[in-house]
């Protein structure tokens, strides 16, 4: 690895400090500016008791105090407790949360890129055949149907009328029409960038200079075409990742999946600031260090990139 590389991956790290930090100021100071807060749910709480509970979390202090407090709790990976979940520090909710989160994430993540490489392959290997006319118009029909209603149709149909899986993703089968949910649209999307980018590899001098030196079929699609034809995808892949964990709030509400998106949902109903505040940073970290990941992938997988 040499000095360039080095500086370009510090300076991402910087920048990817630099974003986090954000995030955390501005998601702390929205939460405290939108009207309610976490204790107005209780039952029959009066004022004092109002008063004391925030006493007790720090919040009766002036707003710019309790930001700092924060930040060197952060520092500390310390995310306080939670005001909703009593008894529970964010901490622990967060890595519970995640732990189901991440399983079902990289679970779809990796049957999404495993077919899509597939079909996109195929496709583009038999364009304008029967075959690519098929898995065009089903990735496009997958690509264009939000998850929340594709969700909902494959739990009337498999749970309901059928009821051969499980409606609730608290099991070991309960999860995968979870999988299939969050897989179907990246493994659409990854199915024709991976079609559009074989094709554009396809037509490449060296794939016909190749052809004509009498080189396997084989190895050309596999040894040239295929990998050249990875490099878009690798740009998608990090951040899909990171998209299908963070973006699994809907899919783990609509079965019941005790994953890290049901929290952060109640969290936002609840105004259980901590917990808001814990998720958000962890989910906003996820997605910053999955891009910064793809981007030094860049280099592994075609070293004539330079990294600047």
């Known amino acids: 690895m040499n000095s360039k590389t080095l500086m370009y991956?510090?300076?991402?790290?910087?920048?990817?400090?630099?974003?986090?930090?954000?995030v955390i100021t501005v998601t702390f100071f929205v939460t405290r500016i939108i009207p309610g807060g976490p204790f107005l749910s209780e039952k029959a709480v009066s004022p004092a008791v109002t008063a004391a509970l925030e006493a007790k979390y720090g919040m009766d202090k002036p707003v710019f105090d309790q930001y700092i407090t924060?930040?060197?709790d952060i520092l500390h990976l310390d995310f306080g407790p939670s005001l909703t979940q009593r008894g529970r520090d964010v901490s622990d909710?967060?890595?519970d949360g995640l732990a189901v989160s991440a399983k079902l994430g990289?679970?779809?993540a990796a049957s999404a890129a495993?077919?899509?490489i597939v079909l996109g392959s195929i496709a583009a290997l038999r364009r304008n055949k029967i075959i690519d006319k098929i898995?065009?118009?089903?990735t496009t029909a997958f690509v264009s149907m939000?998850?929340?209603i594709m969700g909902s149709l494959l739990l009337t149909l498999f749970a309901v009328k059928l009821a051969i899986l499980p409606a609730n993703g608290t099991t070991t089968s309960g999860l995968i029409l979870p999988v299939v949910t969050l897989a179907l649209y990246p493994a659409a999307y990854i199915t024709r960038l991976t079609r559009s980018s074989m094709l554009d590899v396809l037509g490449q001098d060296y794939i016909r200079t190749a052809r004509a030196k009498g080189v396997a079929g084989y190895r050309i699609i596999f040894g040239h075409a295929l990998k050249n034809s990875l490099i878009p995808v690798l740009t998608y892949l990090g951040p899909m990742l990171a998209y299908i964990v963070t973006g699994s709030l809907v899919v783990e509400k609509i079965f019941a999946v005790p994953g890290i998106g049901r929290d952060f949902v109640n969290s936002i109903t609840n105004r259980d600031y901590p917990l808001v505040m814990g998720t958000t940073i962890v989910l906003a970290t996820l997605i910053v260090v999955?891009?910064?990941?793809?981007?030094?992938?860049?280099?592994?997988?075609d070293p004539r990139i330079n990294l600047e």
């Open 9 to 22: 991956i510090l300076k991402r790290i910087l920048l990817a400090i630099l974003t986090v930090w954000v």
């Open 106 to 108: 990289v679970i779809a």
């Open 135 to 138: 898995i065009m118009v089903i």
């Open 114 to 116: 495993v077919v899509g």
């Open 290 to 301: 999955m891009n910064l990941i793809t981007d030094i992938l860049y280099k592994v997988v």
């Open 93 to 95: 909710v967060i890595t």
């Open 70 to 72: 924060y930040l060197k």
């Open 146 to 148: 939000p998850s929340f």
